[in-house]
């Protein structure tokens, strides 16, 4: 069976500080990724989606980054934090070419920029 | 383009209440339709799902009936309990060269009060 890791699970970081946040799925192969956020009292904001190594595209412009180094680990990024990246974020996977099973999502992790 | 639209929360209720949450969508062609519940401080947890017009989703309880007609995705469920209290999503997809992507509705917050 499929699973997906995603960590940290809390993270509090100051302004202006690096992050990273990864995200790996097991038990398939060539899976789609994604990246949410979401504000707090707010709905879903996809971030970043990939469809192979190399294939990621950006759903708004910000001060964030997702690169995909394998085929099945996926790492959310910036350079320099501000206030406003805090929220709780989310990873998710999809077969690529069957939309009857949806997505997965992982267990979040809480960002908090101070 | 696609999109969904459910009631807006928060939404109160008392343990062993009737629950409707509404979920209507717009799309071109046949989309396959999902509810998704968040408990607090989780990622987001497939509930549900119908894959054609007329279908029944169910599980935990809860229903919904793929509406064609209406292009409706109504959950239900008949006696709420204090444990369902989460924010629950409606969501489509539709898939289209190769690959597909979920569009989800804003979300809607359930508190369920003993």
């Known amino acids: 069976s499929q699973t997906i890791h995603q960590w940290p699970a809390t993270l509090v970081q100051p302004v202006g500080s690096p992050l990273s946040l990864e995200c790996t799925v097991e038990?398939?192969?060539?899976?789609?990724l994604y990246w949410y956020r979401q504000a707090a009292g707010r709905g879903l904001q996809l971030l970043f989606y990939s469809i192979g190594i190399d294939q990621i595209s950006s759903e708004v412009p910000q001060n964030l980054s997702a690169s995909r180094p394998q085929d099945r680990q996926f790492i959310l990024s910036s350079k320099k934090l501000l206030l406003s990246d805090s929220g709780f974020y989310l990873c998710?996977?999809?077969?690529?070419?069957?939309?009857?099973?949806?997505?997965?999502f992982g267990s979040g992790t809480r960002l908090t920029v101070v | 383009g696609n999109s969904v639209t459910q009631m807006e929360g928060p939404v109160t209720l008392s343990e062993e209440a009737f629950l409707t949450i509404n979920c209507t969508y717009t799309a071109t062609g046949y989309p396959s339709l999902f509810w998704y519940v968040q408990y607090p401080g989780e990622g987001l947890q497939l509930l549900l799902k119908?894959?054609?017009?007329?279908d029944k989703g169910s599980n935990k309880g809860f229903e919904a009936t793929y509406r064609k007609e209406t292009t409706s995705f109504h959950l239900e469920k008949g006696s709420v309990q204090v444990s369902d209290s989460a924010v629950y999503f409606c969501a489509l997809a539709y898939s289209g060269a190769g690959s597909y992507q979920l569009t989800f509705g804003k979300g809607t917050k359930l508190s369920v009060i003993p």
């Open positions: 038990g398939t192969s060539n899976p789609n």
């Open positions: 119908a894959t054609k017009a007329d």
């Open positions: 998710a996977w999809s077969f690529g070419d069957r939309p009857n099973y949806g997505y997965t």
